[in-house]
């Protein structure tokens, strides 16, 4: 049997080795993403003081990461902003905007508000 990765196609005369492969991807995978969650959030209880709210409830993509980037620029180092959204694309991409840019992201969550789940955040920049 002869298996090549490292960049390369995934070659295997039977197909037990590209599952094995596939299960120890999807292993890392999953402790990748449980690292980068711990890194990017703390408690749920913050104490820190709001300096500005962005409520996006109602817009979607790309508008609440757009607004969000347009705030952190007119924002004080060590400013708090508290974001509301609708969408859920946002679960993903705030985060990502925050690994990216270099800011912590102090409080992810789903709420319920009025019947409906409002996507809370908290955003520090750095």
């Known amino acids: 049997m002869h298996l090549k990765t490292c960049g ?9 080795q590209a599952i094995a492969v596939s299960a120890v991807y999807v292993k890392i995978s999953a402790l990748f993403c449980n690292a ?6 703390l408690p749920e209880q913050s104490t820190h003081q709001i ?3 962005l409520d996006t409830r109602g817009l979607r ?13 007119k924002s004080a180092q060590g400013d708090v902003i508290e974001v509301l959204a609708t ?8 985060p990502k905007f925050c ?3 270099g800011h912590a992201l102090l409080i992810q969550e789903e709420r319920e508000f009025e019947g409906q ?3 809370y955040y908290q955003v520090q920049k750095q």
């Not at 390369?8 to 037990?16: C, E, I």
């Not at 980068?36 to 959030?41: P, Q």
């Not at 969408?87 to 705030?94: K, L």
Request: proline share 9%; charged share 20%; glycine share 2%.
């Open 61 to 73: 993509c790309p508008e609440p990461v757009m607004m969000l980037h347009q705030a952190i620029r």
């Open 36 to 41: 980068m969650r711990e890194r990017m959030t």
């Open 8 to 16: 390369n196609l995934l070659q295997s005369v039977d197909g037990f």
């Open 87 to 94: 969408d859920p694309s946002t679960s993903w991409d705030i």
């Open 51 to 53: 300096s500005k709210q």
């Open 117 to 119: 789940p409002i996507y």
């Open 99 to 101: 690994m990216h840019l």
